[in-house]
């Protein structure tokens, strides 16, 4: 769908936390460079899962210092707001931050009952640990948990607060608690389709008047005892190799599954007029989107159809020789990315009429929810410029005839469009353009 309104809504500010850094420039540089971010696994066991390889956003460790420039006070609400808040959501709350101070969208430049949050996420599971005492509580003298234990011994050890750590609308409630923002909020949790589908939204609302300025994010982790058991049993994961940064091969013939992976990212949306009244840099400007929901019910080909949906929704009535690249999914399984490649023709034609194709899993894995926005963020930094390669991929598989970025001197374009689906089939595209 396209913007009917004279409404126009541009990007101001990002923030990232990745594995390659927890900083736009810096992350775009390892896209470039070809580093990796994949590396031995320090939050999940090692010889438990059938891999010992993830994508960890390592550098962010959840100190105050990560969230940015802030005042004092701010500074000792968010650290006793910690507390009750799991990784993803603290990894969620500091790209808002940082967004927030990249855009330079100080307090008295926002009205707060016309500014809001719009976060993406996904279901988060809780740590074990909240539950080990209760359960070392119902343990019998044979060894044995005690079922029956648990509602008068076992429950009163769990936090009572315990919940509010996972709940998957915090990130966008405490973003708002902390900085007053009292306009539009929501939570969107579609897995990997998270974040285009918050960006779609805010797009909505603020065409359609409902706010002036949005704080959109998304957060996700696969990288956590349960949930990447979870992953392992119920996907295809890459398998282990001795140089774990050749693990994520998106398109490649050799390509064996995603990666695990975590990370967040953020943008500041506002209306042209509210941007240019403050005297703000303009970024890009959101300019089409896409939503659709094609379930295994509908055929072996879900994929293709959900992202051939989404990538005509969000060009719209644009020409297809204007878009500068493809931001794809780019998961690295067999299916997945054959369906894709699929899709890319079906919308934009052979390869010889296709826009340049990348896709940022190759150097950081499937950040979740996450991966969306931070993938969104690689592309817009990118507008134009050089765009980044897809990391080990020399050339594409002949089950997926993609136009692939190879090499560090392809153009990225004015304009890009960006996809991502869950496994189920839900997929989303947000196509944004350098401002004019």
């Known amino acids: 769908m396209v913007n009917v309104t004279s409404r126009r809504v541009v990007i101001t500010g990002v923030g990232v936390v990745t594995p390659l850094g927890n900083d736009s420039d810096r992350l775009l ?35 105050i210092a990560d969230y940015g420039p802030m005042d004092k006070k701010l500074q000792r609400t968010i650290r006793k707001g910690s507390k009750v808040m799991c990784r993803e959501i603290e990894m969620g709350v500091a790209v808002a931050q940082l967004a927030l101070s990249d855009a330079g969208l100080e307090v008295d430049q926002r009205d707060r009952d016309r500014t809001g949050v719009l976060y993406g996420c996904d279901y988060i599971m809780s740590q074990p640990i909240e539950f080990a005492a209760g359960i070392q509580k119902c343990i019998d003298a044979d060894g044995n948990f005690d079922f029956d234990r648990w509602g008068e011994h076992g429950k009163p050890e769990v936090n009572p607060l315990w919940l509010l750590k996972y709940l998957p609308n915090m990130p966008a409630s405490h973003v708002a608690i902390y900085n007053d923002l009292r306009g539009a909020n929501n939570s969107i949790t579609l897995r990997e389709a998270s974040a285009c589908a918050a960006m779609a939204e805010a797009y909505s609302t603020i065409s359609r008047g409902q706010a002036d300025v949005l704080l959109v994010g998304s957060t996700g982790s696969r990288i956590h005892p349960l949930r990447s058991l979870h992953a392992d049993m119920q996907e295809t994961l890459a398998k282990n190799q001795s140089d774990p940064s050749t693990m994520s091969r998106p398109f490649t013939a050799t390509r064996d599954g995603s990666v695990l992976g975590e990370g967040a990212g953020a ?56 878009i500068g690249h493809v931001h794809a999914h780019g998961l690295g399984t067999v299916e997945c990315d054959a369906q894709e490649a699929a899709a890319i023709n079906d919308v934009f034609g052979p390869v010889d009429q296709q826009p340049p194709v990348t896709t940022a899993k190759g150097h950081i894995g499937n950040l979740g929810a996450g991966g969306g926005m931070v993938e969104t963020i690689a592309s817009l930094k990118s507008l134009g410029e050089n765009l980044f390669p897809i990391l080990n991929c020399d050339a594409p598989a002949d089950d997926c005839p993609i136009n692939a970025c190879v090499d560090d001197s392809t153009a990225a374009g004015k304009q890009f469009i960006n996809v991502n689906v869950t496994p189920q089939g839900q997929a989303s595209a947000i196509r944004i353009r350098a401002f004019e």
């Open 29 to 63: 540089s390892g896209l470039r460079s070809r580093r990796s971010g994949i590396g031995p696994l320090t939050q999940v066991p090692q010889g438990v899962l059938s891999v010992d390889y993830g994508a960890e956003a390592s550098e962010f460790t959840g100190d």
């Open 267 to 322: 943008m500041v949306c506002e209306t042209l007029e509210h941007a240019q009244a403050r005297g703000a840099t303009i970024l890009g400007e959101i300019v089409g989107y896409g939503s659709s929901a094609v379930g295994p019910a509908f055929g072996e080909r879900f994929y293709q159809a959900a992202i051939t949906n989404v990538l005509r929704a969000a060009l719209g009535d644009e020409d297809k020789a204007n």
